[in-house]
Protein backbone atom coordinates (compact mmCIF):
# COMPACT_ATOMS: atom_id res chain seq x y z
CA UNK A 1 0.00 0.00 0.00
CA UNK A 2 1.47 2.80 -1.36
CA UNK A 3 0.32 6.72 -1.00
CA UNK A 4 2.07 10.57 -1.50
CA UNK A 5 2.38 12.29 1.77
CA UNK A 6 1.56 16.01 2.68
CA UNK A 7 3.60 16.49 5.81
CA UNK A 8 2.57 20.53 6.29
CA UNK A 9 4.14 22.94 8.12
CA UNK A 10 2.93 22.34 11.65
CA UNK A 11 4.48 18.32 11.18
CA UNK A 12 8.10 20.33 10.47
CA UNK A 13 7.41 22.56 13.53
CA UNK A 14 5.37 22.56 16.69
CA UNK A 15 4.15 19.36 15.49
CA UNK A 16 7.02 17.32 14.66
CA UNK A 17 5.82 14.63 17.10
CA UNK A 18 3.02 13.67 15.42
CA UNK A 19 4.59 13.71 11.79
CA UNK A 20 7.39 11.26 13.53
CA UNK A 21 4.46 9.13 15.18
CA UNK A 22 2.49 9.09 11.44
CA UNK A 23 5.64 7.95 9.82
CA UNK A 24 6.23 5.21 12.04
CA UNK A 25 2.84 3.71 12.61
CA UNK A 26 2.69 3.56 8.80
CA UNK A 27 6.12 2.29 8.23
CA UNK A 28 4.69 -0.64 10.76
CA UNK A 29 1.60 -1.12 8.99
CA UNK A 30 3.86 -1.76 5.94
CA UNK A 31 2.62 1.47 3.99
CA UNK A 32 4.79 3.08 2.10
CA UNK A 33 4.62 6.96 1.94
CA UNK A 34 6.43 8.97 -0.70
CA UNK A 35 6.62 12.71 0.01
CA UNK A 36 5.62 15.16 -2.34
CA UNK A 37 8.63 17.16 -3.50
CA UNK A 38 9.07 20.94 -3.26
CA UNK A 39 5.94 21.18 -1.03
CA UNK A 40 4.90 24.55 0.09
CA UNK A 41 2.66 25.59 2.59
CA UNK A 42 -1.49 25.05 2.01
CA UNK A 43 -2.24 29.06 3.28
CA UNK A 44 -3.77 27.19 6.32
CA UNK A 45 -6.01 29.45 7.98
CA UNK A 46 -4.47 33.41 6.48
CA UNK A 47 -4.50 32.77 3.44
CA UNK A 48 -8.13 33.59 2.58
CA UNK A 49 -7.98 37.04 4.19
CA UNK A 50 -5.92 37.97 2.44
CA UNK A 51 -6.95 36.56 -1.53
CA UNK A 52 -9.55 34.42 -2.09
CA UNK A 53 -7.88 32.30 -5.25
CA UNK A 54 -4.54 32.56 -3.51
CA UNK A 55 -6.37 30.72 -0.64
CA UNK A 56 -6.93 28.11 -3.27
CA UNK A 57 -3.91 28.17 -5.44
CA UNK A 58 -1.93 27.10 -2.97
CA UNK A 59 -3.28 23.61 -2.11
CA UNK A 60 -3.60 23.32 -5.84
CA UNK A 61 -0.20 23.84 -6.23
CA UNK A 62 0.98 20.99 -3.75
CA UNK A 63 -1.92 18.84 -5.68
CA UNK A 64 -0.47 20.09 -9.17
CA UNK A 65 3.00 18.47 -7.58
CA UNK A 66 1.60 15.45 -6.77
CA UNK A 67 0.10 14.53 -10.30
CA UNK A 68 3.58 14.83 -11.34
CA UNK A 69 4.27 11.81 -9.24
CA UNK A 70 4.19 8.38 -11.13
CA UNK A 71 1.90 5.41 -10.10
CA UNK A 72 0.44 6.66 -6.90
CA UNK A 73 -3.23 8.48 -7.03
CA UNK A 74 -4.35 9.22 -3.23
CA UNK A 75 -1.99 11.77 -0.96
CA UNK A 76 -2.19 11.41 2.59
CA UNK A 77 -3.02 14.33 5.03
CA UNK A 78 -2.13 14.04 8.22
CA UNK A 79 -3.32 17.98 9.59
CA UNK A 80 -6.64 18.56 9.61
CA UNK A 81 -6.35 22.11 8.73
CA UNK A 82 -4.38 21.10 5.16
CA UNK A 83 -6.85 18.27 4.70
CA UNK A 84 -9.53 20.64 4.52
CA UNK A 85 -7.67 23.13 2.14
CA UNK A 86 -6.84 20.15 -0.39
CA UNK A 87 -9.99 18.89 -0.15
CA UNK A 88 -11.32 22.19 -0.60
CA UNK A 89 -9.85 22.74 -4.12
CA UNK A 90 -10.43 19.20 -4.41
CA UNK A 91 -14.31 19.66 -4.34
CA UNK A 92 -14.28 23.16 -5.95
CA UNK A 93 -13.05 22.39 -9.01
CA UNK A 94 -15.18 19.56 -9.40
CA UNK A 95 -18.29 21.94 -9.96
CA UNK A 96 -16.26 24.64 -11.26
CA UNK A 97 -14.70 24.93 -14.77
CA UNK A 98 -13.56 27.84 -14.71
CA UNK A 99 -12.31 28.05 -11.29
CA UNK A 100 -10.18 25.07 -12.48
CA UNK A 101 -8.62 27.12 -15.66
CA UNK A 102 -7.55 30.14 -13.16
CA UNK A 103 -5.94 28.25 -10.64
CA UNK A 104 -4.15 26.52 -14.21
CA UNK A 105 -2.95 30.24 -14.84
CA UNK A 106 -1.71 31.10 -11.72
CA UNK A 107 0.39 27.53 -11.70
CA UNK A 108 1.46 27.75 -15.07
CA UNK A 109 4.12 30.46 -13.80
CA UNK A 110 5.87 27.40 -12.44
CA UNK A 111 5.03 25.12 -15.21
CA UNK A 112 2.15 23.35 -13.34
CA UNK A 113 -0.78 21.88 -14.53
CA UNK A 114 -3.61 20.69 -12.36
CA UNK A 115 -6.11 18.10 -13.56
CA UNK A 116 -7.76 17.18 -9.88
CA UNK A 117 -6.98 13.64 -10.34
CA UNK A 118 -5.49 12.94 -7.20
CA UNK A 119 -7.46 11.68 -4.25
CA UNK A 120 -7.12 13.65 -0.65
CA UNK A 121 -7.75 11.38 2.28
CA UNK A 122 -6.74 12.53 5.61
CA UNK A 123 -4.36 10.34 8.03
CA UNK A 124 -7.90 9.43 10.05
CA UNK A 125 -9.42 7.88 6.99
CA UNK A 126 -6.79 6.17 5.58
CA UNK A 127 -6.36 4.13 9.70
CA UNK A 128 -10.00 3.26 9.79
CA UNK A 129 -11.36 2.82 6.26
CA UNK A 130 -8.20 1.36 4.30
CA UNK A 131 -6.46 -0.65 6.97
CA UNK A 132 -8.27 -3.81 8.26
CA UNK A 133 -8.97 -3.84 12.03
CA UNK A 134 -7.84 -7.02 12.08
CA UNK A 135 -4.44 -5.79 10.43
CA UNK A 136 -4.44 -3.44 13.74
CA UNK A 137 -4.94 -6.10 16.02
CA UNK A 138 -2.62 -8.17 14.74
CA UNK A 139 0.71 -5.85 15.11
CA UNK A 140 -0.45 -4.90 18.66
CA UNK A 141 1.79 -5.99 21.15
CA UNK A 142 1.24 -3.88 24.01
CA UNK A 143 -2.86 -4.28 25.33
CA UNK A 144 -3.87 -0.81 26.38
CA UNK A 145 -6.77 -2.12 28.46
CA UNK A 146 -5.81 0.19 31.76
CA UNK A 147 -6.52 3.03 29.31
CA UNK A 148 -9.70 4.92 29.01
CA UNK A 149 -9.24 7.42 26.09
CA UNK A 150 -11.26 10.36 25.26
CA UNK A 151 -11.29 10.69 20.90
CA UNK A 152 -11.31 13.83 19.63
CA UNK A 153 -11.98 14.57 16.31
CA UNK A 154 -12.12 19.06 16.27
CA UNK A 155 -13.62 20.64 13.25
CA UNK A 156 -11.83 20.49 10.35
CA UNK A 157 -11.18 16.88 9.40
CA UNK A 158 -14.92 16.74 9.71
CA UNK A 159 -17.07 19.61 8.50
CA UNK A 160 -17.76 20.96 5.59
CA UNK A 161 -17.11 18.01 3.88
CA UNK A 162 -18.38 14.52 5.90
CA UNK A 163 -16.35 12.04 3.25
CA UNK A 164 -15.32 9.27 6.10
CA UNK A 165 -17.57 10.21 9.22
CA UNK A 166 -20.66 11.68 10.65
CA UNK A 167 -19.66 15.27 11.56
CA UNK A 168 -22.01 15.95 14.53
CA UNK A 169 -21.54 12.29 15.77
CA UNK A 170 -17.73 10.80 14.57
CA UNK A 171 -17.05 6.99 15.67
CA UNK A 172 -14.03 6.29 13.29
CA UNK A 173 -11.83 6.77 16.27
CA UNK A 174 -13.80 4.47 18.74
CA UNK A 175 -12.68 0.90 16.91
CA UNK A 176 -8.97 1.81 16.39
CA UNK A 177 -9.22 2.51 20.13
CA UNK A 178 -10.78 -1.10 20.94
CA UNK A 179 -8.50 -2.87 18.63
CA UNK A 180 -5.37 -1.90 20.76
CA UNK A 181 -7.70 -2.62 24.06
CA UNK A 182 -8.19 0.70 24.89
CA UNK A 183 -11.48 2.05 26.33
CA UNK A 184 -13.74 5.07 24.89
CA UNK A 185 -14.50 7.55 27.26
CA UNK A 186 -18.36 8.41 26.18
CA UNK A 187 -18.59 12.05 25.69
CA UNK A 188 -20.41 14.18 23.08
CA UNK A 189 -17.21 16.61 22.78
CA UNK A 190 -15.57 14.39 20.12
CA UNK A 191 -16.12 17.09 17.42
CA UNK A 192 -16.50 20.60 19.26
CA UNK A 193 -14.76 23.14 18.73
CA UNK A 194 -11.18 23.88 20.03
CA UNK A 195 -11.23 27.80 19.57
CA UNK A 196 -8.59 26.87 16.94
CA UNK A 197 -6.72 30.39 16.21
CA UNK A 198 -9.31 32.50 18.77
CA UNK A 199 -7.12 31.61 21.30
CA UNK A 200 -4.35 34.39 19.49
CA UNK A 201 -7.46 36.86 19.05
CA UNK A 202 -10.35 35.91 21.03
CA UNK A 203 -8.84 34.44 23.67
CA UNK A 204 -11.71 34.27 26.26
CA UNK A 205 -13.91 32.46 23.92
CA UNK A 206 -11.23 29.70 23.33
CA UNK A 207 -10.68 29.58 26.86
CA UNK A 208 -14.29 28.70 27.37
CA UNK A 209 -13.98 26.25 24.45
CA UNK A 210 -11.23 24.56 25.93
CA UNK A 211 -12.80 24.29 29.55
CA UNK A 212 -15.58 22.48 27.97
CA UNK A 213 -13.65 19.90 26.73
CA UNK A 214 -11.26 19.31 29.08
CA UNK A 215 -14.10 19.29 31.98
CA UNK A 216 -15.91 16.95 29.80
CA UNK A 217 -12.44 14.52 29.28
CA UNK A 218 -12.87 14.36 33.39
CA UNK A 219 -12.18 10.55 34.12
CA UNK A 220 -10.45 9.95 31.03
CA UNK A 221 -6.60 9.07 31.08
CA UNK A 222 -6.11 10.73 27.46
CA UNK A 223 -7.33 12.69 25.02
CA UNK A 224 -6.25 11.68 21.33
CA UNK A 225 -6.83 13.71 18.26
CA UNK A 226 -5.82 14.45 14.78
CA UNK A 227 -5.05 17.97 15.03
CA UNK A 228 -1.63 19.83 15.48
CA UNK A 229 -4.48 22.94 16.51
CA UNK A 230 -6.43 21.00 18.52
CA UNK A 231 -3.69 19.34 20.40
CA UNK A 232 -1.78 22.75 20.95
CA UNK A 233 -4.90 24.29 22.33
CA UNK A 234 -6.03 21.01 24.78
CA UNK A 235 -2.21 20.63 25.49
CA UNK A 236 -0.33 24.29 25.27
CA UNK A 237 -3.17 26.54 27.47
CA UNK A 238 -4.20 24.08 30.27
CA UNK A 239 -2.70 26.14 33.42
CA UNK A 240 -4.62 29.14 31.64
CA UNK A 241 -7.61 27.28 31.65
CA UNK A 242 -6.89 25.59 34.69
CA UNK A 243 -6.82 29.25 36.71
CA UNK A 244 -9.47 30.85 35.22
CA UNK A 245 -11.78 27.86 36.19
CA UNK A 246 -10.53 27.41 39.32
CA UNK A 247 -10.43 23.61 38.98
CA UNK A 248 -7.54 20.37 37.99
CA UNK A 249 -8.52 19.69 34.38
CA UNK A 250 -4.97 18.93 33.61
CA UNK A 251 -4.90 15.68 30.94
CA UNK A 252 -2.62 14.24 28.63
CA UNK A 253 -2.89 15.00 25.37
CA UNK A 254 -1.54 12.22 22.21
CA UNK A 255 -1.86 12.27 18.60
CA UNK A 256 -3.54 8.74 17.64
CA UNK A 257 -0.11 7.58 15.68
CA UNK A 258 0.96 7.64 19.08
CA UNK A 259 -1.37 5.89 21.21
CA UNK A 260 -1.68 3.31 18.69
CA UNK A 261 2.35 3.38 17.96
CA UNK A 262 2.95 2.48 21.64
CA UNK A 263 0.56 -0.37 21.46
CA UNK A 264 2.58 -1.98 18.32
CA UNK A 265 5.70 -1.72 20.60
CA UNK A 266 7.30 1.07 19.28
CA UNK A 267 9.55 3.18 21.53
CA UNK A 268 9.12 6.64 22.64
CA UNK A 269 11.83 8.10 20.68
CA UNK A 270 10.41 6.93 17.83
CA UNK A 271 6.81 7.83 18.07
CA UNK A 272 7.87 11.64 19.58
CA UNK A 273 7.13 11.15 22.91
CA UNK A 274 9.61 13.86 24.20
CA UNK A 275 8.47 16.58 21.87
CA UNK A 276 4.65 16.70 23.74
CA UNK A 277 4.42 19.21 26.39
CA UNK A 278 3.01 17.75 29.04
CA UNK A 279 2.72 13.24 29.39
CA UNK A 280 1.24 12.11 32.77
CA UNK A 281 3.78 10.04 34.93
CA UNK A 282 0.50 8.29 35.55
CA UNK A 283 -0.01 7.63 31.86
CA UNK A 284 3.62 6.93 31.20
CA UNK A 285 3.56 3.92 33.88
CA UNK A 286 0.42 2.79 32.28
CA UNK A 287 1.64 2.60 29.20
CA UNK A 288 4.91 1.66 29.95
CA UNK A 289 7.05 3.90 28.63
Excluded at 24 to 33: G, K, T
Excluded at 64 to 78: F, G, H, L, N, Y
Excluded at 171 to 177: Q, V
Excluded at 273 to 279: I, K, R, T
Amino acid sequence: MNYLYYPGCSLEGPAREYDLSTRALLNSLDVSLTELPDWTCCGATAAESVSYLLSLALPARVLAIAERVDDCDQVVVPCSSCYLNLKKVEEKVKKDPALLEKLNIVLGAEDLSFTNSTKVKHLLEVLSKDICLDTIQKKTKKNLASLTIAPYYGCQCLRPYSVFDDPEVPTTMGPLLKAVGAKVHQWGMGPKCCGASQMTTKSDIAVNYITDILRAAKGADAIVTVCPMCQMNLDAYQEKVCSAAKEDLHISVLYLPQLLGTAFGLSAEELGYDLNLSVSKNLKQKMKL
